[in-house]
């Protein structure tokens, strides 16, 4: 199991980034997968969730209305559409998906909110 985040980067104060998490060494469309997110000093987060064939989602209470978190399947690549941001979502974004009893995760992309 791979999986590769891209798209983090430096945004102003309620700008807006995409971020994508290609997966590959597992069979994509048959497992949900997640954002996470760890600030600085701070735990592990967990931000959203896509189950299979994007047949539902769910976001952690402090992101609702702002991130919107997609697939697509043939590509095999997970999305993160995040608007609206604020100086507090500064930090580094994880993919993430759980198969056969553990959890895999990449190597994350930075996400910088200026003031």
């Known amino acids: 199991v791979q999986l590769v985040e891209s798209g983090g980067g430096l945004v102003q104060h309620g700008g807006s980034l995409r971020l994508s998490c290609a997966a590959s060494?597992?069979?994509?469309?048959?497992?949900?997968m997640s954002w996470y997110r760890q600030a600085p000093g701070k735990e592990r987060e967990w931000v959203a969730f896509?189950?299979?064939?994007?047949?539902?989602?769910n976001y952690a209470d402090s992101v609702k209305g702002r991130f919107t978190i997609s697939r697509d399947t043939a590509n095999n690549t997970v999305y993160l559409e995040m608007n609206s941001l604020k100086p507090e979502y500064t930090s580094k974004y994880y993919c993430?998906?759980?198969?056969?009893?553990?959890?895999?995760w990449g190597q994350g992309t930075q996400v910088t909110v200026s003031s």
């Open positions: 060494g597992f069979t994509f469309s048959r497992y949900g």
């Open positions: 896509i189950a299979i064939a994007g047949t539902s989602t």
């Open positions: 993430n998906t759980h198969k056969d009893g553990r959890f895999y």
